[in-house]
């Protein structure tokens, strides 16, 4: 049996992670500036977060996620399937079960 330690995966998931949050803070009009003061850290550090370049403890990544208007929640393994099946679209005509509602 092979496994495939965390290492291997760890900088996938944080290119993975700065993608996101690098859509979110452009959809929201934001710079990295704006990002970093509202997050309490560095610019050079939400730059590096954003790259995936750095990993961060999950209470930076949380004031990150919200600054950019996004929320972190841990959801079983088990449970994604059905928690993407809710939130995306399954083609062009197909809306997504639950729309966030501006404020």
Do not use: C, W
């Not at 990993?55 to 929320?71: D, F, K, P, W, Y």
């Not at 449970?79 to 062009?92: E, G, I, N, W």
Request: hydrophobic share 45%.
């Amino acid at each position: 049996m092979t496994r495939i330690g965390i290492t291997r995966l760890k900088p996938d998931l944080l290119n993975e992670l700065g993608d996101l949050l690098r859509q979110a803070r452009r959809t929201g009009g934001l710079t990295q500036e704006q990002v970093a003061d509202l997050a309490g850290i560095s610019r050079p550090r939400y730059r590096d977060i954003e790259t995936g370049a750095a990993a961060a403890r999950i209470t930076t990544l949380m004031n990150v996620s919200r600054a950019v208007g996004l929320e972190i929640m841990l959801v079983p393994q088990a449970m994604v399937p059905a928690v993407l099946a809710l939130v995306r679209p399954h083609d062009d005509d197909d809306l997504p079960a639950f729309a966030a509602q501006p404020d």
